[in-house]
C-alpha cells in the first residue's frame, strides 16, 4: 500500500523559511516522479513543485520560483520542499503526491497523496 | 500558462440522477505523438485529500466505480457521474499535465438536491 506523509509544517513568520518533508512508502520511489501540490483555506488547489524520478529535473510554479526548492533522497524515500522568502499567501495546506505513471516523468497524473500538511505564514 | 476553467461551478442532483462536469483548457492539451489528452479529474472529499478518478482524459483509475465516466478532447472535456450517490458529495477539479506549470480548474461542487 501507497504511504506518503508529509511532517515539517507549522506557523513562521513572513520572510522565514520552513522545510516540508514527504515520507513514502510502498512503492519504488525512485521510480516516480514526486509533486507538492498546495490548497489555501477554503480555495482551490494548486500545483508547486515537481521532482522526476530519474535524472534531476525539477520544475516549478512561477509563484513559488526562486524561493522554493525541491529535493529527493531516493536512499531515504524522502521528498523535500524548502521554502525560503516566506510569504502570507504561502499560507496552505501542502500535499505530497505520485506520479501515475513508472515513467519517472513528472508530466503525469497524481494517482496518491498524502494527508497534507498546514503552512500558516503569519505575523 | 493553460488556463482551465470548469463549469457549472456547483451542482445539486437527485441521487440516482446524472451529473454532468465540464471543463475546458485555453489550448490543446492532445500530444500529437501519442494522440493522448494530458488530463485528469480528481475528487476531493471535505478534510480529505484529492483522488484521483480520471487519468489521459477518459481512462478510469483502478477502483473507482464505473458510474464514473469522461470523455474529450484537445480543448474540450466532460465527467459524467451516471447515478449520483451520498457519497459522490464534493468538489471535483479537472488538472492538465500537458505543459508546465500544470494548472487545474477552479473545481466543481456537486450536491444533493
Known amino acids: 500500500e501507497v504511504q506518503l506523509l508529509e511532517s515539517g509544517g507549522g506557523l513562521v513568520q513572513p520572510g522565514g523559511s520552513l522545510r516540508l518533508s514527504c515520507a513514502a512508502s510502498?512503492?519504488?520511489?525512485?521510480?516516480?516522479?514526486m509533486s507538492w501540490v498546495r490548497q489555501a483555506p477554503g480555495k482551490g488547489l494548486e500545483w508547486v513543485s515537481c521532482f522526476s524520478g530519474s535524472g534531476d529535473n525539477t520544475y516549478y510554479a512561477d509563484s513559488v520560483k526562486g524561493r522554493f526548492t525541491i529535493s529527493r533522497d531516493n536512499s531515504k524515500n524522502t521528498l523535500y520542499l524548502q521554502m525560503n522568502s516566506l510569504r502570507v499567501e504561502d499560507t496552505a495546506i501542502y500535499y505530497c503526491a505520485k506520479g501515475h505513471e513508472s515513467v519517472a516523468s513528472c508530466y503525469s497524473s497524481l494517482n496518491s497523496w498524502g494527508q497534507g500538511i498546514l503552512v500558516t505564514v503569519s505575523s | 500558462d493553460i488556463v482551465m476553467t470548469q463549469s457549472p461551478d456547483s451542482l445539486a442532483v437527485s441521487l440516482g440522477e446524472r451529473a454532468t462536469i465540464n471543463c475546458k483548457s485555453s489550448?490543446?492539451?492532445?500530444?500529437?505523438?501519442?494522440?493522448?489528452?494530458?488530463l485528469a479529474w480528481y475528487q476531493q472529499k471535505p478534510g480529505r485529500p484529492p483522488k484521483l478518478l480520471i487519468y489521459w482524459a477518459s481512462t478510469r483509475e483502478s477502483g473507482v466505480p464505473d458510474r464514473f465516466s469522461a470523455s474529450g478532447s484537445g480543448t474540450d472535456f466532460t465527467l459524467t457521474i451516471s447515478s449520483l450517490q451520498a457519497e459522490d458529495v464534493a468538489v471535483y477539479y479537472c488538472q492538465q499535465y500537458y505543459s508546465i506549470p500544470f494548472t487545474f480548474g477552479p473545481g466543481t461542487k456537486v450536491d444533493i438536491k
Open positions: 489550448q490543446s492539451v492532445l500530444y500529437s505523438s501519442n494522440n493522448k489528452n494530458y
Open positions: 510502498g512503492f519504488t520511489f525512485s521510480n516516480y516522479g
